[in-house]
């Protein structure tokens, strides 16, 4: 069975960016790259023989040196969703922080921290639901979006546990981690599940049409990096890049309402999935009145 590495086995900060079997327009491609992006290419021998481009951002830097005029960012968008980003934006410091706490090194940023994609996260949800409907949308938006330079899964879950606690300050979401050592920790199995499959479906919606080529070259399966295996069997690719982003942004929020109802039924709250959600406009003035 083909087998292809979507992140470089040497180095994992390289993801697979272009494929091809003919070397010239290997070459074509890597001239035309900007000077930030450092590159690597592979040669595989499947059915046939081809090549895989390698990419990666140049000196990222650390997460807590991002500068960005947030004041500015802030002055464009609604009061409503100004209040929820800023507070997106302190649950994110203090993950980032703990983070750096667990490891004892900083955070490396492979981008910025899109600020003006934030709003849109909120725009983009669909708040007229029961709460475990509005929390997963939320969390799948914000994935989605991928707006912030790490952290996203961990952001998303934490985000969940903050909007459900605006409708019972009693609920904590069980645990999603555990500790491997004194200084190191994973997800839980339960919830390692949906983040994987979460991985899979947003690598398969972005490249659909480039998996398409791989499996036309013989590949079967793509491996992520923390071993996590894409089957390319599993997945519709022969879509139109714009359907399957509408397709599998569709499994994306299915899978993440899935999610926050699996965790309040483990929390013991599953009156929760009845429960109506908050508005943007409840959720925002329940966060104006914390301050």
Do not use: C
Not at 60 to 77: A, C, H, T, Y
Not at 188 to 199: A, D, G, Q, T
Request: aromatic residues 10%; hydrophobic residues 40%; negative net charge.
């Amino acid at each position: 069975m083909g087998h292809v590495y979507y992140h470089h086995p040497g180095d994992k900060q390289f993801s697979l960016d272009f494929v091809h079997p003919n070397p010239a327009e290997i070459v074509s491609q890597i001239v035309g790259y900007d000077d930030d992006i450092a590159v690597t290419v592979q040669t595989y021998d499947l059915d046939e023989e081809f090549y895989v481009i390698y990419t990666s951002r140049v000196d990222g830097g650390p997460v807590r040196e991002i500068d960005f005029n947030l004041k500015e960012s802030l002055s464009v968008i609604s009061n409503d969703n100004s209040t929820i980003v800023v507070r997106l934006l302190e649950i994110y410091r203090a993950l980032i922080s703990q983070n750096e706490k667990e490891d004892g090194v900083p955070v490396e940023a492979y981008k910025t921290i899109d600020i003006n994609a934030l709003p849109d996260v909120l725009d983009r949800t669909s708040w007229e639901s029961s709460a475990t409907d509005v929390a997963g949308r939320l969390a799948s938006n914000l994935i989605l979006k991928h707006a912030l330079p790490n952290a996203n899964h961990r952001t998303a879950v934490a985000l969940i546990q903050f909007y459900l606690r605006r409708l019972n300050s009693n609920f904590s979401m069980p645990d999603t981690s555990v500790e491997i050592d004194p200084e190191t920790y994973d997800w839980r199995e339960w919830v390692n599940e949906y983040i994987n499959e979460s991985k899979r479906l947003l690598t398969v919606r972005r490249k659909n049409v480039l998996f398409k080529h791989l499996y036309n070259f013989g590949a079967r399966t793509l491996e992520r990096k923390h071993a996590v295996e894409i089957d390319l069997t599993a997945y519709e690719l022969d879509m139109y890049p714009n359907e399957a982003k509408i397709a599998y942004a569709e499994k994306h929020e299915e899978l993440w309402i899935e999610f926050v109802e699996e965790a309040v039924e483990r929390a013991g709250y599953p009156e929760m999935k009845e429960m109506p959600g908050l508005s943007k406009a409840e959720f925002a003035e329940e966060i104006r009145s914390l301050d």
